[in-house]
């Protein structure tokens, strides 16, 4: 199976995950064992930074 591309960096998906409150659980199962409402969660805070950032 082919490895999809990340559009965002392992960083900010890590800043993102502590910033939302489930980063111990990417340490313990790693990006598949989150919930995919985090994972929503964690693509809804991206574009909202994103946004954020184009104002500026």
Known sequence: MA???S???DHMKEE???EL??????QKEGWGGIK???AGN?????IE????S???
């Not at 409150?21 to 990417?26: A, E, I, L, N, R």
């Not at 964690?42 to 991206?46: G, L």
């Not at 930074?49 to 954020?52: D, K, L, S, T, W």
């Open 36 to 38: 995919s409402r985090d």
């Open 49 to 52: 930074i994103a946004e954020q």
């Open 21 to 26: 409150g489930f980063y111990d659980t990417v």
């Open 54 to 56: 184009m104002q500026k």
């Open 42 to 46: 964690m693509v809804k805070r991206a």
């Open 7 to 9: 559009f965002m960096s």
């Open 3 to 5: 490895r999809r591309q």
């Open 16 to 18: 993102i995950a502590k």
